[in-house]
């Protein structure tokens, strides 16, 4: 028969084992998962290199690496600050790129998070184009949004423009010309 001292001290050491046993499988688990980020890291590095290499090689100047950019959005009157970090930032006859370095499965523009990434890129930099780095096959692909917002706004400075132009034609006629 078990007595209360016993039961308590069995009660105990269930306890402690089973404290004992989640602690060993919390450290393992972290220790498994830091391992893969460093070398995640480590491969990113230098699939970021290659792509550096590729580039100077087809005349592009890279102008910054690893540059984070703030984003603030106002969700009613609350601030939320973000930054967003690119890969690379280059340069070429006059026009600057955002670069984003991708390897596996998620090296496709079909991808909805790649898409929604590079959207976000292009908002925040708005650069000429963003150039979408293929690690696995070791080619760019130059990637141009055709917002109607960004069509329209070119329209309308072209309007403007032609506007102002109109009206020192008008000007230089009336006080010039007479």
């Given at each position: 028969m078990i007595k209360n001292k016993e039961l308590y001290?069995?009660?105990?050491m269930l306890l402690l084992g089973g404290i004992l046993s989640l602690v060993l499988y919390l450290k393992i688990k972290n220790s498994?998962?830091?391992?893969?980020?460093?070398?995640?890291?480590?491969?990113?590095?230098?699939?970021?290199?290659k792509a550096e290499e590729l580039l100077k090689k087809n005349g592009f100047q890279i102008i910054d690496r690893q540059i984070s950019k703030p984003l603030i959005i106002k969700e009613s009157a609350v601030l939320h600050r973000y930054l967003?970090?690119?890969?690379?930032?280059?340069?070429k006859n006059g026009r600057t790129y955002v670069v984003e370095v991708k390897s596996g499965s998620k090296n496709k523009i079909t991808k909805r998070e790649t898409r929604r990434q590079l959207l976000e890129y292009f908002l925040a930099y708005q650069p000429y184009g963003i150039m979408l780095f293929d690690m696995d096959t070791k080619k760019f692909s130059e990637i141009r949004f055709q917002l109607p917002y960004f069509h329209f706004k070119l329209?309308?400075?072209?309007?403007?423009?032609?506007?102002g132009m109109l009206i020192s034609l008008l000007g230089m006629y009336v006080f010039v010309l007479k």
């Open positions: 001290l069995f009660i105990v498994l998962s830091s391992k893969k980020a460093t070398r995640r890291a480590v491969i990113s590095k230098r699939a970021e290199k967003i970090r690119i890969d690379l930032l280059v340069k329209v309308e400075n072209i309007i403007f423009f032609l506007l």
